[in-house]
């Protein structure tokens, strides 16, 4: 099946800790993005890329940060610097050229303890 | 900047009664418009996408939504609403040119039965 996985579907920090989230697609896609999203709020930008070995913020970075050493795999890094770290978090793909409709993985949603 | 407006934070509409749910957009230049949908605690699935031609756009499950130039909008539509309609609702835009989606901030669909 092609698609977009993510894991663990549901995590569990300590305050002070650095997790990683994982987001692994097989659809060739060129670009990944990460969102945040929180009750009421939809869907925040957290960093993107387009290309393997670049990435961009988007509108809340601070507090993660992401690699893209593969063209199929884009984790994600909630550093202890994120202060309000609970929520649920979306990755998404897209194709290059294409129309920009994005596929979304099932997310994975991070409790701090 | 791009922007989308859902301004219903919920709908609730009986079983077999139309149903819409509404979006503006503020983009420049020609938008790329998408309708996604959520269900509890999974990631969004592609509803359908409007990117030129006829205004009226067919997607999936029987929904459809109708862009409007003039009015900026880009309401979602179904005319014979079912319970398992039932879900998140979150429109998007992005410009032609832009690789990033805007969301908004989601319409909570409730069909009653």
């Known amino acids: 099946d092609g698609g977009i996985t993510q894991s663990p579907k549901y995590l569990f920090r300590k305050e002070g800790q650095n997790v990683t989230l994982s987001c692994e697609q097989n659809?060739?896609?060129?670009?990944m993005y990460w969102y945040r999203q929180d009750p009421g709020q939809g869907l925040r930008l957290i960093y993107y890329s387009q290309i393997v070995n670049d990435f961009q913020k988007g509108d809340i970075a601070e507090g993660y940060s992401v690699s893209r050493e593969k063209k199929e795999s884009f984790p994600l890094t909630v550093t202890s610097a994120q202060k309000n770290p609970t929520a649920f978090y979306l990755c998404?793909?897209?194709?290059?050229?294409?129309?920009?409709?994005?596929?979304f993985g099932p997310g994975t949603r991070l409790t701090v303890l | 900047a791009q922007s989308v407006a859902q301004p219903e934070d919920q709908v609730n509409v009986a079983e077999g009664n139309p149903l819409t749910v509404k979006c503006t957009y503020s983009v420049s230049g020609n938008p790329y418009l998408f309708w996604y949908v959520q269900y509890p605690n999974r990631g969004l699935q592609f509803l359908l996408k409007?990117?030129?031609?006829?205004?009226l756009v067919k997607g999936s499950y029987g929904f459809e939504a109708e862009f409007n130039k003039s009015q900026t909008s880009f309401h979602l539509k179904k005319p014979s609403a079912l319970v398992s309609d039932s879900a998140l609702y979150f429109c998007a835009a992005r410009e032609g040119s832009a690789r990033q989606l805007t969301f908004g901030s989601g319409t909570q669909l409730t069909v009653l039965p």
């Open positions: 409007y990117i030129t031609g006829d205004n």
């Open positions: 998404a793909s897209t194709l290059a050229g294409g129309p920009g409709e994005q596929f």
């Open positions: 659809l060739n896609h060129d670009a």
